[in-house]
């Protein structure tokens, strides 16, 4: 009876200084154990950029869930058998490392178990004092209830040091392993379960021997609980020791740091970007730009049609690289598009009954009100075009003109309406030189107007963040259903650049005024992609040109996106015919405007043949040859005039026609109206009968 009186006499004792004891300490403080660092995250959950925390730490969020099995099953193995039964603190482990200590008059083994190394990384203490080891045991029990078996692990997951400012276990899988410990081998998960007994000693990149003794020390106790066979751990000790930290990855650096800046309290944000093309585009504007010479800068920016959504963006070459100044994200950069805007001029007037892709234009010299003379870039004419034709091959005069008809204000209006920000020189009204680049836009507005043309004509609002959906209604429109349905197929025929297919996507290029910005936007019916090329300070690049520098990457992303380009659908109020069968008033542009031909000095321009009035014998009926006749042919020329010439009969033109000597096939007996249009405007006709 008294031994027993004496036992509880102790052990109350004992309860009652724990009791006070717990009772010193101060409430349990998490803030800086739950600080992560922020990250930011691909459509999929992929890591596209860590940032550290305040303090310079690398610490990932993770759940165990996230974490190989074999990982987890290895940690508890070697850490703390009893993990899943104890409540904290494992008394079979205290009982054993007491024992040591009496025996040895030293600490030997601290018999702790995860939830309390959990407890010392919370409240670091250096002395490992009993003092220090009760606070541990008391905290450990603490964080059970609180966080439960789950919740401690992932704590454990979160905080465990890796050596320097590497803490938890997604950080030190992507700093030595260079991935996410989704999957990870035997000796992979051996060396992860083992650093953080002395990160220090045992670092890779600075101890890499220390590293394989500790992993193999693993490997081995593992094994010989059967977690592993003796095979496995064979296999694994042969494998290497990773001997250096990898770089975190660093994707979409300037919409990492964009999204960070919207919403710093945050410590996970995702993204719609696809991490899969956004590496790919990275690594084309990288690329190109070390081909292109010193200062260039690229940016190339993906849009989902469908939804809106921003799915590569790709600000600079290198973020880092400062001899291209990586740091400024060009996507969001006001420049002049050049050409890059005709095709919204031409919508405009094929949504209001100006033209249509058919309707015949002058391409020839013309000096618009003010004095403004504008000139193609190749310096010549073509003629008489259709506006079909004019779009395709980016002529200058017939844009200025279709500007003139619809009007400079409104056409600014129109794209600050579809959401556009434009802005235009200082103290300046809108004007013509407007279609040819006299304005600034951004990458981003260019791409959101051309996915506007993919969707019919609306223009999605952007999205960056799957969490937040764009309000419903507010799409913006450019263009009406058809005017859009012309003008993506009109650019779907658009001369492709050298070695790429054409006719596979539609697109349009720009080249800014003292070739100081090169453009190439293109889209299909699934995505829209836009590119630009120059120098982030403004200066002149000579040869700097959208259809060199900026279209040959825009097919190469395109190809990279993959699949098969899908055409935009045709609506079915779309008026598809050749110039001959559109209305009277559509056939050409009216030329009612206020402007002036340049004057020539060349001679008139005059059919010589056939005459006026003449009557053809080539043995035709009204229905074509007649008795098995050979292929009837009528020969025309032309003198005088500026070429090129344009051959039309009845206002369709000749296929051939395009010199001062051509030919048509007639496709039956009848009247016929023959005429020609040289560069400079002028023209001739005659009327013929055909027999």
Same mark, same amino acid.
């Given at each position: ?57 690398? &610490? ?13 099953? +290895?940690?508890?193995? !070697? ?15 205290? /009982? ?11 600490? #030997? ?6 939830? +309390? ?19 541990? +045991? ?23 040091? !890796? ?84 770089? %975190? ?96 001029? !031409? ?33 010549? !004419? ?31 209006? &129109?794209? &600050? ?111 829209? %992609? ?74 008139? /321009?005059?059919? =010589? ?25 009528? =020969? ?11 051959? +039309? ?36 006709? #005659? ?5």
């Amino acid at each position: 009876m008294g031994l027993v009186a004496l036992l509880l006499t102790t052990c109350g004792g004992a309860s009652l200084a724990l009791w006070r004891f717990i009772a010193t300490l101060p409430p349990l403080d998490l803030t800086q154990a739950q600080l992560r660092s922020t990250v930011v995250l691909d459509r999929d959950g992929g890591l596209l950029r860590p940032f550290a925390t305040g303090d310079g730490r690398w &610490r990932l969020p993770l759940r165990a869930a996230e974490v190989d099995p074999r990982f987890l099953a +290895m940690l508890t193995a !070697y850490e703390d058998r009893r993990f899943a039964t104890h409540p904290g603190v494992d008394p079979a482990a205290i /009982l054993r490392a007491a024992g040591q200590w009496l025996r040895h008059g030293r600490i #030997v083994s601290g018999g702790s178990t995860l939830s +309390m190394q959990v407890a010392r990384l919370v409240e670091p203490r250096a002395a490992r004092s009993l003092d220090a080891k009760l606070r541990q +045991m008391v905290r450990a029990v603490e964080l059970e209830r609180r966080f439960g078996k789950a919740g401690l692990l992932d704590l454990y997951l979160a905080l465990a040091p !890796y050596g320097g400012p590497v803490e938890g276990l997604r950080a030190a899988s992507r700093a030595y392993l260079g991935r996410d410990p989704a999957r990870l081998s035997f000796a992979e998960a051996a060396l992860l379960v083992a650093l953080p007994q002395a990160p220090e000693a045992r670092r890779p990149d600075r101890f890499p021997l220390a590293a394989r003794r500790a992993r193999d020390r693993v490997l081995d106790r593992v094994a010989a609980r059967g977690v592993i066979t003796p095979a496995e751990a064979r296999a694994a000790k042969a494998e290497p020791v990773p001997q250096g930290r990898k770089l %975190f990855p660093m994707l979409a650096a300037h919409a990492a740091e964009a999204a960070v800046a919207a919403d710093p309290a945050s410590r996970s944000i995702r993204l719609t970007l696809d991490g899969r093309l956004q590496a790919s585009l990275e690594a084309l504007a990288t690329e190109r730009a070390a081909a292109l010479g010193p200062g260039l800068s690229i940016a190339i920016l993906a849009l989902d049609n469908r939804t809106g959504a921003v799915l590569a963006q790709v600000g600079s070459p290198g973020h880092g690289d400062t001899s291209r100044r990586g740091a400024i994200d060009m996507t969001g950069a006001v420049r002049s598009p050049g050409s890059a805007l005709k095709p919204f001029i !031409y919508a405009l007037a094929f949504e209001q009954g100006i033209a249509h892709p058919e309707t015949q234009l002058d391409d020839r010299p013309v000096r618009f009100p003010g004095g403004y003379a504008p000139e193609n870039f190749d310096l010549g !004419y073509q003629g008489t075009v259709t506006a079909r034709r004019a779009l395709q091959l980016s002529l200058n005069v017939p844009a200025v003109e279709l500007l003139q008809a619809v009007g400079a204000a409104r056409f600014i209006a &129109r794209l &600050r309406e579809a959401g556009a920000r434009i802005e235009l020189p200082r103290d300046t009204a809108p004007g013509l030189p407007v279609a040819l680049g006299g304005l600034g836009i951004t990458l981003t507005d260019l791409a959101r107007l051309f996915s506007g043309l993919a969707r019919g004509g609306s223009v999605p609002p952007l999205v960056r963040r799957p969490d937040r959906p764009p309000v419903e209604g507010s799409e913006r429109r450019i263009a009406e259903p058809v005017a859009a349905w012309y003008v993506a197929d009109t650019l779907r025929g658009a001369p492709p650049p050298e070695n790429a297919l054409a006719g596979r996507i539609a697109y349009k290029t720009g080249t800014s005024y003292g070739y100081r910005d090169a453009w190439a936007v293109g889209f299909d019916r699934r995505v829209t %992609f836009a590119v630009w090329v120059g120098r982030p300070d403004g200066n002149a690049v000579p040869g700097l040109v959208g259809r060199v520098m900026a279209a040959p990457i825009l097919f190469d992303a395109f190809a990279r996106f993959g699949g098969e380009p899908e055409a935009v659908p045709r609506p079915p109020d779309a008026l598809v015919t050749t110039t001959a069968g559109l209305p009277p008033p559509l056939r050409h542009i009216r030329r009612d405007g206020p402007k002036t031909v340049a004057t020539s000095l060349t001679a008139t /321009l005059r059919i =010589a043949y056939p005459p006026d009035g003449a009557r053809i014998d080539l043995g035709l009926t009204e229905t074509g040859l007649a008795g098995g006749a050979p292929d009837a042919a009528l =020969a025309l020329k032309a003198i005088g005039g500026v070429p090129p010439l344009t051959w +039309m009969i009845d206002g369709s033109p000749v296929v051939a026609g395009v010199r001062r000597e051509s030919v048509w096939s007639p496709e039956g007996a009848g009247f016929a109206r023959i005429s020609v249009m040289d560069a400079a405007g002028a023209s001739d006709s #005659v009327t013929v009968r055909i027999e």
